[in-house]
């Protein structure tokens, strides 16, 4: 197996973009399907597939992962949901991403979801390629949309392609690297014709050249010196300093197409392989240790001891199916895993590869690769390892915390024991759907991202378990937040018998970059604070945080920064 052929990456967008349709066509071009699949129905209005499951899983990958071959390369796709209420879901196929592709629409351009999902990029470092599809739609903007990646998510975006035409005229694009016209001819878009640019598109072009090679100049001296002699920047030259940009999260290039009217599709799974990280080029892993403080950098080569994370687990009639990363070594079919968390050692069974909705066996996998366990005992997010590799840990996902929760009951005896299973199992399989009780009411209490979410598990229950119970009404768990930036001077003196205390704190509070988190800043300069008070400051204010000034809810969002204070024996 080649690591440096392989990518792992993901496509994700605002629900309607067209991300479904996409992957559909990818797996066509590649092969693994042999008929294209039309999602019905239009716009927001899409009806056929009006489950937010089934429409977020789309039609053809059944699977959370699926690989085509595309040239030399693999690839293998995970798939993301975009429902925000199925955060987790895109949370967790982000980590095991080497990178993604971030389809916008030519019309909605940047929309909410596009800045999660973009934010959720960068929190776990994905790099990332833009696609705008719909170009053949009325009113198709694609300089617009480029404008909102850079004024909206603050991208340095350029384009790598142009559109020749748009909406009902769009043919095909220009492809500004290669300075060659790409179209796709064929009943299906399948022969893909390169040509010379048209000449009404040749100034556009060159403009466009000249922007993407100032983009990603600084990336390559060859760039600086070509510019500055005034020699055309070949090719190649330039692409290699794209990888390194995109490669870097210094660049986003953008590409441009129609995934219904099957254009732009081949190109885009080009640029994939020729700018996306292998997992050898991608960051390193790092795990943590639990026997010392020290972190392991985990090294991609199959012939070291295995590290793989479990990234999502699900369940159906023929048993549970795990999948799986493998961050370092190989994962072998009858070899013996130790499961981090529960510290269980346990038999790889059955390995497979998922092709979009069917399983092949398999008798290994090498770092870098996505495959999945059946029949293995592990939850999403555990780390799996070899025997001697105990002590190592990846770190987990971040689950978001549920911002909603229902009381629920059993209907009677009976059903009790079915639903506390089939809750069981949504908690094994969803880390952000939480089953606990109320202390002080003392009934049990579901809780996840939204009513949509927790309405899904409820609908779930009914038909796969044929348990019924009761629910009560939905109940919002609030969170209060800071609005503006305020400073705090606090001084404590007392001085009633026994040993004095005196301590002093100054600082600021405000609202930190990322609204579901709090941090702990220490600018405090020349032991104004002894070193081993401060750990002391950080449990006191993020005590202070659990209650909140407002309505007793947990404060989320702040970032305290403790600039000064004082100090005495
Ligand atoms: P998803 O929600 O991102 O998976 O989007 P879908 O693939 O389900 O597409 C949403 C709607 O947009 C469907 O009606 C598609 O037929 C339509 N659609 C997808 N790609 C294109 C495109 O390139 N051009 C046009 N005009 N419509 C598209
Ligand atoms: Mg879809």
């Not at 716009?43 to 789309?58: N, R, S, V, Y």
């Not at 499961?339 to 069974?349: F, W």
């Not at 290994?364 to 495959?371: C, R």
């Amino acid at each position: 197996m080649r690591t440096k052929e392989l990518r792992n990456i993901g496509i994700s967008a605002h629900i309607d973009s067209g991300k479904t349709t996409l992957t559909e066509r990818i797996l066509f071009y590649a092969g693994r399907i042999h008929r294209m699949n039309e999602v019905r129905g239009s716009g927001a209005g899409a009806t056929m597939d009006h489950h937010p499951i089934e429409k977020d899983k789309g039609i053809t990958i059944a699977a959370a992962a699926t690989q085509v071959a595309w040239g030399e390369a693999r690839v293998n796709i995970i798939d993301t949901p975009g429902h925000v209420d199925f955060t987790v879901e895109v949370e967790r196929s982000l980590r095991v991403l080497d990178g993604a592709i971030l389809v916008l629409c030519s019309v909605g351009g940047v929309q909410s979801q596009s800045m999660t999902v973009d934010r959720q990029m960068r929190r776990y470092r994905v790099p990332r390629i833009a696609f705008i599809n719909k170009m053949d739609r009325t009113g198709a903007d694609a300089a617009g949309v480029l404008e909102q990646l850079r004024s909206k998510l603050g991208l340095h975006a350029a384009f790598a392609q142009l559109p020749i035409g748009s909406g009902a005229e769009f043919e095909g694009v220009v492809d500004v690297v290669s300075m060659q016209a790409i179209f796709n001819d064929g009943e299906r878009g399948e022969e893909v014709r390169v040509a010379a640019v048209p000449e009404a598109y040749r100034s556009a072009a060159e403009a466009a050249r000249t922007a993407l090679v100032e983009a990603v100049a600084d990336e390559d001296d060859a760039i600086v010196e070509a510019v500055l002699e005034g020699r055309p920047v070949e090719a190649e030259t330039l692409a290699r300093a794209m990888r390194s940009a995109v490669q870097g999260h210094r660049f986003v290039p953008v590409f441009v197409g129609s995934a219904v009217k099957n254009t732009g599709v081949q190109p885009l799974l080009d640029a994939v392989v020729r700018y996306l990280p292998s997992p050898m080029d991608a960051e390193p892993q790092v795990a943590a240790s639990t026997d010392s403080d020290r972190q392991v950098e985990l090294l991609p080569v199959a012939d070291s001891p295995l590290v793989a994370m479990a990234f999502k687990l699900t369940e159906d009639e023929h048993g549970s199916l795990t999948y799986v990363r493998v961050y370092q070594g190989t994962l072998r079919k009858g070899a013996e895993v130790v499961n981090t968390r529960t510290g269980r050692r346990a038999k790889v069974g059955r390995l497979v590869r998922m092709h979009a909705d069917e399983k092949s066996d398999i008798d290994s996998a090498e770092a870098g690769d996505i495959v999945a366990l059946i029949g293995f005992p592990a939850a999403s997010g555990d780390t799996l390892v070899a025997r001697d590799m105990e002590s190592v840990a990846l770190e987990s996902i971040q689950a978001p915390a549920p911002v909603i929760s229902l009381a629920v009951s059993a209907a009677d005896a009976a059903a009790s024991d079915k639903v506390s299973k089939a809750r069981a199992r949504f908690a094994r399989e969803d880390p952000t759907f939480r089953v606990s009780s109320d202390p002080e009411s003392g009934q049990t209490l579901i809780s996840g991202k939204g009513e949509l979410h927790l309405e899904v598990y409820v609908d779930k229950k009914r038909r796969e378990y044929g348990a019924e119970d009761r629910e009560g009404q939905p109940r919002v768990r609030y969170r209060e937040a800071i609005r503006r930036r305020a400073a705090f001077d606090y001084l404590l003196k007392k001085q009633t018998g026994g040993p004095g205390q005196f301590a002093r704190v100054v600082g600021y509070v405000e609202a930190a970059s990322e609204s579901d988190r709090s941090e702990f800043v220490d600018e405090t300069k020349s032991g104004v604070i002894p070193a081993h008070y401060i750990p002391a400051c950080e449990s006191g204010a993020r005590d202070a945080m659990s209650d909140g000034p407002l309505a007793g809810y947990p404060v989320a969002g702040v970032r305290v920064v403790l600039t000064d204070g004082e100090a005495h024996s």
